[in-house]
């Protein structure tokens, strides 16, 4: 069964650096979330989108932004990156629904801020 | 507020034993998911199980088992005869329905390792 699907799955950037994260969700999904796990912690929730709307924001960077486009796949976007924003972030999708609650988790990317 | 509590942060097992992984949450919704997620080393997040809180039932699903006892707001979670692949940090997590909170919150997760 297809899968969430995230690129890069590694990314090396400098401070200061600029990075863009895409999530491909898997087919017939609608909403797609972005969490961001640090170095031995648990997901931490930064946004989500519904049908290209953002439907809901946690502890997202002003620094950070995020979108879903007519295909309904996601692109995080970071600025000014700080070393902290070293982590693994993942995209999740779900369809929409009543009782389609699982969220399914792509492989996520690796980041790291040197 | 939610929460979920994971109190064992690592456990060892020698594989063939069983090991029950703890979960505790919090929240004042009547209605919620709680799920189990896998993360074994090599990074991704595996969907395991989900219960609504409208259902107690236990579920066995091969050497895996969940115990949902509401009475108590836990959420456990049995391996059976632990095998080397079982190796992993496994996360509970919980959704509300009625808050509004879009998202997962996860509790802080349980290293196993299973002993060859």
């Known amino acids: 069964a297809a899968g969430v699907i995230q690129s890069p799955r590694h990314l090396i950037k400098e401070k200061r650096e600029t990075a863009t994260l895409k999530c491909y969700p898997i087919?017939?999904?609608?909403?797609v979330y972005w969490y961001q796990q640090g170095p031995g912690q648990d997901p931490q929730f930064l946004i989500s989108?519904?049908?290209?709307?953002?439907?809901d924001k946690g502890s997202i960077p002003d620094r950070f932004s995020a979108q879903q486009f007519s295909d309904y796949h996601s692109e995080l976007n970071m600025s000014s990156l700080e070393l902290g924003d070293s982590a693994l972030y993942f995209c999740?999708?779900?369809?929409?629904?009543?009782?389609?609650?699982?969220?399914?988790f792509g492989p996520g990317t690796r980041l790291l801020v040197l | 507020a939610q929460k979920v509590t994971q109190a064992q942060t690592e456990i060892s097992v020698v594989e063939k034993e069983d090991v029950t992984l703890d979960c505790v949450y919090e929240?004042?919704?009547?209605?919620?998911?709680l799920f189990w997620y896998k993360q074994p080393p090599s990074g991704e997040l595996v969907f395991l199980i989900r219960?609504?809180?409208?259902?107690?039932q236990n579920e066995i699903s091969g050497r895996y088992s969940w115990n949902f006892q509401k009475s108590t707001s836990s959420f456990n979670f049995t391996i059976t005869a632990s095998q080397v692949v079982d190796s992993a940090v496994y996360f509970c997590a919980l959704k509300m329905l009625q808050t509004g909170a879009n998202n997962l919150f996860f509790g802080t997760g349980t290293r196993l390792t299973v002993i060859p």
């Open positions: 929240t004042r919704d009547t209605t919620y998911y």
């Open positions: 999740a999708s779900k369809r929409a629904g009543v009782r389609q609650e699982t969220q399914y």
């Open positions: 087919p017939r999904h609608d909403t």
């Open positions: 989108f519904y049908e290209k709307m953002q439907s």
């Open positions: 219960r609504n809180s409208f259902d107690e």
